[in-house]
């Protein structure tokens, strides 16, 4: 009997939610969310929504739902799945207590999340494996995936891809025909008419050292290159970062298995 009452009155007493904390919530938003919404809830491009001055229960109810998959976002289901409920109490906390953003005002990117260590890979043409092709019927384009031998081998061996793996795309625009219809090439894909961009990712020794925890792909840098070989401006590696970030567990590569069967 005694010992049950003991039991009930822990249970009692321990605490069922605790109050958010501003401070751990700003320094979670200042690390992290800012790559994307700002550090006071401004956000840096205009596909991504503000949440300065946004209700606290709006907020912390969005990213329970982006947690648990009922709200779907690649990029912010993601995000949410990292953070606690403690966690979240603290952001919707913050965010609702900035003062609304002006019209048209947006932050600039993260300096230490934006920056990438990626090069282009000169003569990728002659030394790396094409591995794989997509159509994408969406944006009427062909994607051509390149990687070089070091990430080929050891996809083959079955181990995780190393340091100086580069993984590479071509993204071409589609030919299409007098109904505005990509053209099917006879091998099943679109046949490629002009090259629009490049899409890479490349890991080397102390790469991800300088990325928050909640977005690092382990030493993975991205990026997207011009037709004349330059950075892309504009690109906001936190996006790469975070919808690549759950596959930790097959090297942070969606094409992994094409990768290991290479021809
Ligand atoms: C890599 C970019 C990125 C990062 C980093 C990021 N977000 Fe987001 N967030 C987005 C995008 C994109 C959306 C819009 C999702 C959609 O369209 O459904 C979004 C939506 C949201 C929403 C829903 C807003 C609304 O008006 O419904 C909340 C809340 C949110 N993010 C909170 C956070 C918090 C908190 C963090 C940090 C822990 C964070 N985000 C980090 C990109 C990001
Ligand atoms: C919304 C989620 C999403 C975002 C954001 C994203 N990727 Fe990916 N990425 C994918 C998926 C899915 C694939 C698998 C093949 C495909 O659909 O292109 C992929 C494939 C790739 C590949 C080929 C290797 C692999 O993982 O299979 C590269 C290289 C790549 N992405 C680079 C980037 C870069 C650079 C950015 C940022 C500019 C980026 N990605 C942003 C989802 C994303």
């Excluded at 501003?22 to 929504?49: F, Q």
């Excluded at 990687?147 to 891809?161: D, H, M, W």
């Excluded at 004349?228 to 969606?254: E, I, M, W």
Aim: charged share 20%; with cysteine; hydrophobic share 40%.
């Amino acid at each position: 009997m005694k010992k049950g009452l003991g039991l009930s009155v822990v249970l009692i007493i321990a605490p069922v939610t605790q109050a958010a904390d501003i401070e751990a919530g700003k320094a979670k938003v200042t690390t992290v969310c800012a790559a994307c919404h700002g550090a006071t809830g401004v956000s840096v491009s205009d596909d991504i929504p503000n949440l300065a001055g946004q209700r606290a229960r709006y907020l912390e109810a969005q990213l329970k739902a982006l947690k648990d998959g009922t709200r779907k976002n690649p990029i912010m289901n993601a995000i949410a799945a990292q953070l606690s409920s403690q966690d979240m109490a603290n952001v919707a906390a913050y965010f609702a207590a900035q003062p609304g953003a002006e019209k048209g005002a947006r932050s600039s990117f993260l300096p230490n999340v934006a920056k990438t260590r990626v090069t282009f890979p000169e003569g990728y043409k002659d030394t790396f494996t094409k591995y794989h092709t997509i159509n994408f019927p969406a944006t009427k384009q062909v994607r051509y995936y390149y990687a070089n031998e070091a990430a080929v081998r050891a996809a083959k061996e079955g181990n995780a891809l190393p340091h100086d793996s580069v993984l590479f795309a071509e993204v071409y625009a589609a030919r299409l025909d007098t109904e505005k219809k990509p053209v099917m090439g006879g091998d099943g894909f679109y046949v490629a008419d002009k090259l629009l961009f490049y899409t890479a990712m490349a890991r080397g020794t102390g790469w991800g050292k300088d990325i928050p925890e909640m977005l690092r792909n382990g030493d993975w840098n991205y990026t997207v290159f011009t037709t004349d070989k330059q950075h892309r401006p504009g690109v906001n590696q936190a996006l790469c970062l975070a919808c690549h970030k759950p596959l930790g567990n097959t090297s942070y590569v969606f094409t992994l298995k094409q990768l290991a069967g290479a021809k």
